[in-house]
C-alpha cells in the first residue's frame, strides 16, 4: 500500500511537472516577428509568406488583418498557432489600446482558425461561416497535428476552439464608427470561405477568394466552376482596394488575373482535352508556364490541372 501511494505521489507530481514546464515553454517561447502594412486609415494587415507553411515562418503564410474603429478592434483570421495569434495582438497594442472584440475566421483551414484559443482566452467573440465551423469541428484535430509537424516547439499553447458564432449568407456588424460586412459570395477555395467588405471605404478582405504572388491550390474538395462564380459576385461590388488571402494589398485588376483568369484558362485547357478523349497525363502536361514565376507554382501547377481534369471528368458523367 505504501509502494502504491508513494508510485502514485511521484505520477501525480511527474504530471504536475509537465504541466509546468509546457505552460512555462508557452510564455518562453519568442514570438514571430510580423511586419504590419497600412492598408488604409483604418485596416492593416501583416502579411504571410507567399510560399507553403514552414518552421522557419511560423506557419504565418496567409495574410492577418485588422479594422481599427473608434471603439474597438475586429481581427480577421486566428492564425496558425497561440504564439502567432499573441505575435499579432502586440503589433495591434503598438497601434491602439482600443479592445480587440470580434475575430473572424475567414475559411476553414488551420492558418485560419488555429490561433482562435489565443483571442477565446481573452473573451474575444469569434466568428466564421456555417460551413467553416462545421468543417473545422470535424478535422480541427488533424489541422492541429499538421501544424505541429511543420512548426513543432513554435505551436506551444495552440488548442482547438470551434467558432461560436456562425451565419450563413451575410452578416452585418457595427464596430465602432466602421460598417463591417461579412459576405459569403459562394464555394470556392475550401470550406466555408467568406470576404470580409467595408463598404463606406470601398474595401474588401477576401479571404482564400482572391490569390497573387502566389499560385492558388485547388485541393480535392475545390469546386472551381463555383469560384468563378463566387469571384464575379465578390468583384461586382467595385472594390478600390483589395486585400486577398495570399499576397500584398492589391487592385481587381491583379487578383483577377492571378486568380479567375487562371481557373479560366485551367478549366478551358481541360475541357479540350476531355473533347479530344484525353487523359489525365494529358492534364498534367497543360502548358503552365505564364505563371511559373509564382510562388508555390512548382509544389500545385502540376496537381491543380489533375485535380481540375478529375472534376471537370466527373462532372461529365
Do not use: C
Not at 186 to 201: C, F, I, K
Not at 224 to 233: A, H, R, Y
Not at 257 to 270: G, Q
Request: glycine fraction near 6%.
Amino acid at each position: 500500500m505504501e509502494v502504491s501511494k508513494g508510485l502514485s505521489a511521484k505520477l501525480i507530481a511527474a504530471v504536475s511537472l509537465i504541466v509546468s514546464l509546457f505552460s512555462a515553454n508557452v510564455f518562453a517561447q519568442p514570438l514571430p516577428q510580423l511586419n504590419i502594412t497600412k492598408v488604409s486609415e483604418h485596416v492593416y494587415s501583416a502579411i504571410g509568406e507567399t510560399k507553403a507553411s514552414t518552421y522557419e515562418n511560423w506557419g504565418h503564410n496567409n495574410n492577418l488583418s485588422f479594422i481599427v474603429s473608434d471603439s474597438s478592434v475586429m481581427v480577421i483570421n486566428g492564425g496558425s498557432s497561440y504564439l502567432l495569434a499573441k505575435a499579432l495582438h502586440r503589433e495591434i497594442k503598438k497601434i491602439t489600446a482600443l479592445p480587440v472584440v470580434w475575430l473572424v475566421n475567414e475559411n476553414s483551414q488551420g492558418h485560419s482558425m488555429l490561433g482562435n484559443s489565443y483571442w477565446a482566452d481573452l473573451g474575444v467573440a469569434v466568428i466564421a461561416h456555417e460551413d467553416a465551423v462545421s468543417t473545422f469541428a470535424e478535422d480541427g484535430q488533424r489541422a492541429l497535428e499538421r501544424m505541429y509537424n511543420f512548426i513543432k516547439e513554435r505551436g506551444a499553447g495552440t488548442k482547438l476552439h470551434v467558432p461560436g458564432h456562425q451565419f450563413s449568407n451575410s452578416k452585418h456588424i457595427q464596430l465602432g464608427n466602421i460598417q463591417v460586412q461579412l459576405l459569403r459570395f459562394g464555394e470556392a477555395h475550401t470550406a466555408g470561405d467568406l470576404s470580409v467588405w467595408l463598404p463606406e471605404q470601398q474595401i474588401i478582405i477576401t479571404g482564400d477568394i482572391a490569390f497573387h504572388e502566389r499560385l492558388l491550390a485547388v485541393f480535392p474538395e475545390t469546386n472551381t466552376e463555383q469560384w468563378l462564380l463566387s469571384f464575379e459576385k465578390m468583384i461586382a461590388l467595385q472594390p478600390q482596394i483589395v486585400v486577398p488571402g495570399h499576397g500584398a494589398p492589391t487592385d481587381v485588376a491583379t487578383i483577377k488575373k492571378y486568380t479567375y483568369d487562371y481557373i479560366v484558362y485551367l478549366r478551358s485547357a481541360v475541357a479540350l482535352i476531355l473533347e479530344q478523349d484525353g487523359d489525365l497525363e494529358a492534364a498534367y502536361a497543360i502548358d503552365q508556364s505564364t505563371y511559373k514565376h509564382l510562388d508555390t507554382f512548382d509544389e500545385l501547377a502540376v496537381k491543380n490541372a489533375g485535380r481540375v481534369f478529375q472534376q471537370m471528368e466527373m462532372d461529365s458523367f
